[in-house]
């Protein structure tokens, strides 16, 4: 049970899970075929009761929604991928913001997840993690703040929330870069995705990350890391792709991070929102109901619902 003098809200903290222990959207060979309609029995098979959205899902509202509604499930977050550091790229991530906007409200959810993918190396396969990953100049930092904010006003005037979700391989990455972003951006506008599982492979500590900004904290990625995986990457140079094929990622509960302080944290903040759990695993080599139904036992065990 959570150690601290409040509890999270079993009421105001649904549970839910990403479709990338089923298969991978930035690397579309990490997959063995399971489609739209087996991930998400699975996933309400395991205990869930909400998902992001995955490449395989109907793009269109009016079929997904009932196909959710029918396994008791709703969508907890779209993501969108921003390009304000790369100049004549702005549009796109404007229009295609916009069409997200759209989807989320007809969806019925709040939360808009996105992340600076101008400049990143992640979804490159052969390029380093570590030794590659951009740093923004100071004129990328203020493009890049200046759009979160104008998506920030976007979002609050359509009855949504921006959340921005820091990412191996991009130029917000380390505990620095998300200090830099938090402290830059008005907190009525941008609000922080903590993804405990990125920010503890990109060196940062997740527990202090959660005390420093735990009342700007409106959406939550639970993963872990194996730590030996960790030293490997750096060790051998790894690509995230390589990353992720040696494992770096499992389920809370399986890996290196002690997530009792952080949901002690993150009640002391009074978090109110989805807690999803992601590990992008290849399933070839994890499967991914029975990593599915570890998380949610884990979930039980450790906050009591």
């Known amino acids: 049970m959570n150690t601290g003098s409040k509890t999270l809200d079993p009421k105001k903290v649904p549970f839910g899970i990403t479709p990338t222990l089923w298969w991978n959207d930035d690397f579309p060979s990490i997959d063995i075929g399971v489609t739209f309609g087996e991930c998400v029995s699975e996933m309400a098979l395991a205990g869930f009761v909400g998902c992001s959205v995955g490449h395989k899902y109907p793009t269109d509202p009016k079929v997904l929604k009932p196909a959710l509604e029918l396994r008791g499930l709703r969508v907890s977050e779209p993501w969108v991928s921003t390009y304000f550091t790369i100049k004549e790229m702005k549009q796109r991530t404007l229009h295609t913001f916009h069409q997200q906007m759209k989807f989320l409200k007809e969806m019925g959810a709040t939360d808009m997840v996105v992340a600076e993918f101008g400049q990143a190396v992640n979804p490159l396969p052969a390029v380093s993690i570590f030794a590659n990953r951009p740093i923004f100049t100071d004129h990328q930092w203020s493009e890049l703040l200046n759009g979160l904010e104008e998506l920030g006003r976007l979002s609050n005037d359509n009855g949504l929330r921006l959340c921005y979700h820091p990412h ?64 490997r990457v750096h060790k051998e140079h790894l690509s995230f792709y390589d990353a992720i094929e040696a494992g770096v990622f499992t389920v809370p509960g399986d890996g290196a991070i002690d997530f009792v302080p952080i949901f002690a944290a993150l009640a002391e903040a009074d978090f109110e929102g989805w807690l999803v759990i992601e590990a992008e695993q290849d399933p070839a080599k994890a499967n991914p109901l029975k990593y599915a139904k570890m998380a949610r036992s884990y979930l039980h065990e450790t906050l009591g619902w």
Do not use: C, Q, S
Request: glycine fraction near 8%; avoid cysteine.
């Open 168 to 231: 191996m391989g991009t130029g917000v990455m380390i505990e620095e870069d998300v200090d830099r972003l938090m402290e830059n951006t008005n907190p009525d506008l941008v609000h922080l995705l903590l993804d405990t599982g990125h920010l503890a492979f990109a060196g940062a500590d997740p527990l202090r990350v959660t005390r420093k900004y735990g009342r700007r904290i409106k959406h939550i990625h639970l993963k872990d890391v194996r730590a030996d995986v960790v030293t």
